[in-house]
């Protein structure tokens, strides 16, 4: 049975897609295709059935990522089927732990950025060896929503997808070694 990851924006049409096509290219760079499945939905169902964001399809493309998508609203009943669910941002995570069945459940959302390891460059008082826990670092650790502003904010969004998908492969890596163990 594959290890399934789902990522989970506001809408499902900018920072969720993004974080899923970024991934799905590191997964199948690993080697991990068929062992890892990899998708992405929305806390609100505002643009169920629409594309991504065409400012999100054009920094996907421009850097090498496909993004064939459709977006959709996250259901509380996919908690069973899912190994982890990445939140975006606070709101998002805070959400999605609020509409999980049972607290196991709610121990499955975790914040992607949770997996990046802060350079010092971009956050002077920490330490660059030092990935700071979801709860401890609050809205630090948000992915910021692109939407309604220009195209800086997407490059942005997708450095900071790029960099928490590293952490987060080699969490998912383990846990997929720890099954075939």
């Known amino acids: 049975?594959?290890?399934?990851?789902?990522?989970?924006?506001?809408?499902?049409?900018?920072?969720?897609?993004?974080?899923?096509?970024?991934?799905?290219?590191?997964?199948?760079?690993?080697?991990?295709?068929?062992?890892?499945?990899?998708?992405?939905?929305?806390t609100g169902g505002w643009h169920e059935g629409d594309g991504a964001d065409p400012r999100t399809v054009s920094v996907l493309e421009a850097n090498g990522y496909d993004c064939d998508h459709t977006a959709r609203q996250f259901r509380a009943s996919w908690f069973?089927?899912?190994?982890?669910?990445?939140?975006?941002?606070?709101?998002?995570?805070?959400?999605?732990?609020?509409?999980?069945?049972?607290?196991?459940?709610?121990?499955?959302?975790?914040?992607?950025?949770?997996?990046?390891?802060?350079?010092?460059?971009?956050?002077?008082?920490?330490?660059?060896?030092?990935?700071?826990?979801?709860e401890s670092a609050g809205h630090d650790l948000d992915v910021p929503d692109p939407y309604y502003g220009g195209m800086d904010g997407f490059e942005e969004c997708l450095e900071m997808v790029e960099a928490a998908s590293v952490g987060l492969l080699a969490a998912v890596q383990e846990q997929v070694e720890g099954r075939a163990a």
């Open 80 to 134: 069973a089927r899912l190994d982890l669910v990445i939140a975006l941002d606070t709101g998002h995570l805070e959400a999605l732990r609020r509409l999980a069945p049972t607290s196991a459940e709610a121990e499955k959302v975790r914040l992607l950025r949770s997996y990046s390891r802060p350079s010092p460059e971009h956050h002077p008082s920490r330490s660059a060896s030092h990935a700071p826990s979801d």
């Open 1 to 42: 049975m594959p290890y399934r990851v789902c990522f989970v924006c506001t809408g499902n049409i900018c920072r969720s897609p993004m974080a899923e096509s970024v991934f799905r290219a590191r997964v199948a760079e690993a080697g991990l295709d068929g062992l890892v499945e990899v998708d992405s939905a929305g």
